[in-house]
């Protein structure tokens, strides 16, 4: 299975000020998936990542806030804009398998706490 | 839509102690079933996997089957150990080429001694 590499793994940072989350696979891929874990919950999709294309993006998540970028095969980066308290969660890559049928395989997360 | 439920937490047991985490699903196909573990300051590790009706997924004495007739793949493990203490999520997708995984609430397990 595919390994990713994701950073930063944590940041404190300032409401208002962007932050810009890097994640790196081992493997080509076709799509990228970004999600959000807010404290105690579950795991939501923010949007998923295709080479060539814009992202495709869940209800209630949207591109101003969440701009990504996927330049190749292999990389692929989720930002978080104009910050805030509520923003603070762990955010997450994650890889499926060719099928969808074999697992995916998650990013170590990045916890971001905004103040 | 695509939903999992799953039960609620945390759930407390001793060491060597019978488990089991209730997971049913709501599909609009025949998805892929997943259990994930997340350990206290770590990312998600897949746990084990069922693709089809009546699989049976097992990884590190945890089993979980794919029932059909009841939507439900519910996770066991017959002895849990301290370091067995976790968040776990239960998850589908669709299958197909990458399509998107649906997590249920996750459940918090702690086992003592």
């Known amino acids: 299975s595919a390994v990713i590499s994701q950073k930063p793994s944590r940041d404190i940072c300032q409401r208002g000020t962007s932050l810009t989350i890097q994640c790196q696979v081992d493997s080509q891929v076709t799509m990228m998936f970004w999600y959000r874990q807010q404290p105690g919950q579950s795991l939501t999709l923010i949007a998923t990542a295709n080479q060539g294309s814009e992202a495709t993006y869940e209800s209630g998540f949207v591109i101003d806030k969440f701009p990504i970028s996927r330049p190749n095969l292999t990389f692929s980066t989720l930002t978080v804009s104009n910050m805030s308290p509520e923003d603070s969660s762990i955010y997450l890559c994650?890889?499926?398998?060719?099928?969808?049928?074999?697992?995916?395989?998650f990013g170590s997360g990045t916890r971001l706490t905004v103040v | 839509g695509n939903s999992v439920t799953q039960m609620e937490g945390p759930v407390t047991l001793s060491e060597e102690a019978f488990l089991t985490i209730n997971c049913t699903y709501t599909a609009t196909g025949y998805p892929s079933l997943f259990w994930y573990v997340q350990y206290p300051g770590e990312g998600l590790q897949l746990l084990l996997k069922a693709t089809k009706a009546d699989d049976k997924g097992s990884n590190k004495g945890f089993e979980a089957t794919y029932r059909k007739e009841t939507t439900s793949f519910h996770l066991e493990k017959g002895s849990v150990q301290v370091s067995d203490s976790a968040v776990y999520f239960c998850a589908l997708s669709e299958g197909g080429g990458g399509n998107k995984l649906t997590f249920g609430t996750g459940t918090q397990l702690k086992v003592e001694l």
């Open positions: 994650s890889v499926g398998g060719g099928t969808g049928k074999d697992g995916y395989t």
